[in-house]
Structures are given as structure tokens and as C-alpha cells.
């Protein structure tokens, strides 16, 4: 018998449960026990005394309960160890075509709140809840036993622990990390400098659709890659022999690291390459009033929705992305769209494209469905954890 207190949700949560669904949320709970800690491991049952598991609660947070098993079981070093050597051991087959790849991604991975990614021999960590937080010492262990890092970066997410009441928290926290990464994707190098890198490093996610496009490529291709980042698109287009890549991004930071990809993969010298520092909202507008035009273009925003509410928003960026992405697309050209946010799911970029199909008169042609690459698995019973969709479509 555990001697964990006893959290009880109402119906409408064990109805969740029962489908393995993580999350329970505040309104959802019938009764919390008394003298809870944050972080602190309850037992969870319904009104009725069904039993269902294990999670760890918050009552700052609006979710204020993340299940970690759907068994009774103790929450202690050996259950992080083996949880931990499951993620790992399912990540074998990405580090044959990359030296990096995310080893645990959050409720996917049943480590609801932690994030771990791999970067050629180094690790980050993000710890973004209170249930996490009282289980810091056990997953460094854990990490450090199992991988033997040369050493692990925090970059635990601001927003994410705000929302739990705690601190923010960024440094190195075991060994050494150097200032200069170089993480190699399908044959090509990107520069990592882990301190001023977004999320937790590297938008490790986009990987198998920076190869699938490669697949369009050819010696006259040129290419806008959008919101590029650090330049994965585009890099791996110019690895393709593509003829020329314009990169926009309106972070000055990224757009330093892509000068700095390119000669890293010796793409400097031939002219192939246009970088920008700029909206790219607005210069997109701008070039499709020039009547420029590209073979290739990518829309790769980041999540211009991150609730419910903000949908609306985001579904006009969408328009006004896909509208001006036919305008600047060759005819026969093909355009790549992504949203990262939960909010606007696959069935919305099919209907915003639709709109932006009839506006323009052009006919979109679907060649690919896109997905985020599967070290960042998803739970089929928790919907948001498949975030990241895309489009590739054919401008007829
Ligand atoms: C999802 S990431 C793109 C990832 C990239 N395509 C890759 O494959 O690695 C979104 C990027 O959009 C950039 N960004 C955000 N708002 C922007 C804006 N208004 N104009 C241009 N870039 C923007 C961010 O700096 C970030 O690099």
C-alpha cells in the first residue's frame, strides 16, 4: 500500500484517465489533501475509490495534476532511471544520420515536465515544473550514469515555470559545455552556441522535414526560407546544389549563426546565398510586390497561438502568410508550411490554404504531409503533443 496522500478528481477527470489522457486540470479536482507541497507525489482515485495511478500536483498551476504512471508504483531513482533508459534507447536510430537528437520529450516520454536533448556528446535539460523540480537530483544522476555527458546545460522554459510559481533558472549544472557546438543533420553542420540559442537549443523537431525537402532540390532551385532560424531549410538545400537561398528572420542572433553556418559547411564564396534580418511578414508582402518569385518557399513561424483564444490571430498570419507565399511561388513551384501550435492543427492549414487557394486562383496540389520527427513522439490520448504539422504543396 502507498503511503502517498490521496488526490480526488471528479468524474469528468477519471473519464481522462481512464484513456490515459496526463492532464488534470483545477476544476476538474473534487477534493486536494491538506498540507500539499508543490511538486509533491499523490495518489490518484475517483469519487468512487477507483485507483489510478501516480502523478505529482501543483496548486499554482492551472494543471494541477500531471499523472507519471497509470500503475501504483514508487516515484524514486530507480523509476526516473528506467523511465530515462526507455526515451534513450528509442532515440538509436536518429543519431545514425545525426550526431544530436531530443532523448525526452515531456508526458510522450511519461517524464511529464522534462525535456532532454542531446548535442554531440553534451546535454540540455529543461525542468519547467514543480514536480520535476523535486526530482532534480535523481534525473541529473540518472542522466549522468546513463549517458556519461561531457556536460548538461539548463534551459529550463521561462514561460512554463512562471505558470508554476518558480523561478527561472539557465547555466551550466555538470561538467563542461562548450561555447561552440557544431550539430550535423543528414550530412550537413550547424554552429550551436547553447547560451544563446532559442527553446533548448535547436529546433531538433524539423529534421526529417529539412531532409524531405531537400527531395525537391535541384541545381536551379532557388529557395525563400522563412522564419529560418539558424538556416535548416536552406542550408539543406544549398547542400543540394540548390542555385540560390534568401534567409530571413527578424532574430539578428539566428541570423548571425546562419553567416556563420554557411562557412561552416563552405557555402560562403559562391554567391548561392541572401541573408536578412527582417519581418518577415512585411517582406513577403514586399517581394510579392515586387513580384519576385522563388521555387521553393518555406513559412515556418513560431506558434503564433498558444491558447484557445489566440486562434483568431493566428489564423489570419496564416492567411496572410499563404496568400503572399502563392503570390512570390513560381508556377509549378512549391511551398512548405508548418504551424507549431497546437491551436492550428492540420485541419486549419488545409482550410486557411483552401481560402488562400480561392483568393489568388491558384490550385494547391498536396505532395506531403509533415510532421514533427519522432524523437518528439506524442501521446494519441493527449492531442497537444502533436504540435508541429506542415504542407508541402505543389502551386499549379
Ligand atoms: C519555428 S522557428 C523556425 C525554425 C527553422 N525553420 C528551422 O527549421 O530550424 C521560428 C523562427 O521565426 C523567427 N521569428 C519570429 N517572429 C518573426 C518575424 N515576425 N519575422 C521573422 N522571423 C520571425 C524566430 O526568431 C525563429 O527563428
Known amino acids: 500500500m502507498s503511503n502517498l496522500k490521496k488526490l480526488v478528481v471528479k468524474s469528468s477527470a477519471a473519464k481522462k484517465l481512464r484513456l490515459f489522457n496526463p492532464w488534470v486540470y483545477q476544476n476538474e479536482i473534487a477534493m486536494l489533501p491538506e498540507g500539499l507541497e508543490e511538486g509533491e507525489c499523490v495518489d490518484v482515485v475517483d469519487l468512487k475509490g477507483n485507483h489510478f495511478g501516480v502523478g505529482y500536483t501543483n496548486v499554482k498551476s492551472v494543471i494541477t495534476l500531471r499523472m507519471l504512471s497509470f500503475k501504483q508504483e514508487a516515484i524514486n531513482g530507480k523509476w526516473i532511471k528506467e523511465r530515462l533508459n526507455i526515451a534513450i534507447a528509442s532515440r538509436n536510430s536518429i543519431l545514425e544520420h545525426s550526431n544530436s537528437c531530443r532523448l525526452v520529450h515531456s508526458e510522450a516520454d511519461g517524464l511529464a515536465g522534462l525535456i532532454v536533448d542531446f548535442y554531440d556528446g553534451v546535454l540540455t535539460v529543461a525542468i519547467n515544473t514543480a514536480g520535476m523540480e523535486r526530482l532534480r ?165 513560431p506558434s503564433f497561438a498558444k491558447t484557445r483564444e489566440g486562434a483568431k490571430g493566428a489564423v489570419s498570419g496564416f492567411k ?63 492531442p497537444n503533443s502533436l504540435y508541429l504539422k506542415g504542407l508541402l504543396f505543389q502551386v499549379l
Request: hydrophobic letters at 40%; a negative charge.
Open 137 to 301: 537530483k535523481e534525473i541529473v544522476g540518472a542522466l549522468i550514469d546513463i549517458i556519461k555527458p561531457e556536460g548538461i546545460y539548463e534551459k529550463s522554459d521561462a514561460s512554463v515555470r512562471e505558470k508554476e510559481g518558480l523561478e527561472t533558472t539557465e547555466g551550466v549544472i555538470y561538467g563542461k559545455v562548450p561555447d561552440f557546438i557544431e550539430v550535423v543533420e543528414f550530412g550537413c553542420q550547424f554552429g550551436l552556441e547553447l547560451k544563446s540559442a532559442q527553446k533548448t537549443g535547436f529546433y531538433l523537431d524539423q529534421r526529417f522535414n529539412h531532409g524531405i525537402l531537400t527531395e525537391y532540390v535541384d541545381e536551379e532551385a532557388t529557395m525563400l526560407d522563412l522564419f529560418c532560424n539558424v538556416g535548416g531549410f536552406g542550408m539543406h538545400a544549398l547542400n543540394a546544389q540548390a542555385k540560390h537561398v534568401t534567409f530571413v528572420d527578424s532574430s539578428a542572433v539566428a541570423m548571425e549563426q546562419v553567416v556563420s553556418n554557411i562557412s561552416l559547411n563552405d557555402f560562403e564564396d559562391d554567391g548561392r546565398t541572401t541573408c536578412v534580418t527582417a519581418n518577415a511578414m512585411d517582406y513577403i508582402k514586399d517581394l510579392a510586390d515586387k513580384k519576385e518569385t522563388y521555387d521553393i518557399v518555406v513559412l515556418d513561424p
Open 320 to 382: 496572410h502568410l499563404i496568400l503572399n507565399g502563392i503570390r512570390v511561388c513560381k508556377p509549378g513551384g512549391i511551398i512548405a508550411l508548418f504551424s507549431c501550435s497546437y491551436h492550428v492543427g492540420m485541419d486549419e492549414l488545409i482550410e486557411i490554404s483552401l481560402d488562400a487557394s480561392r483568393d489568388t486562383g491558384k490550385q494547391l496540389k498536396v505532395l506531403e504531409h509533415m510532421y514533427q520527427d519522432k524523437d518528439h513522439p506524442y501521446l494519441l490520448n493527449m
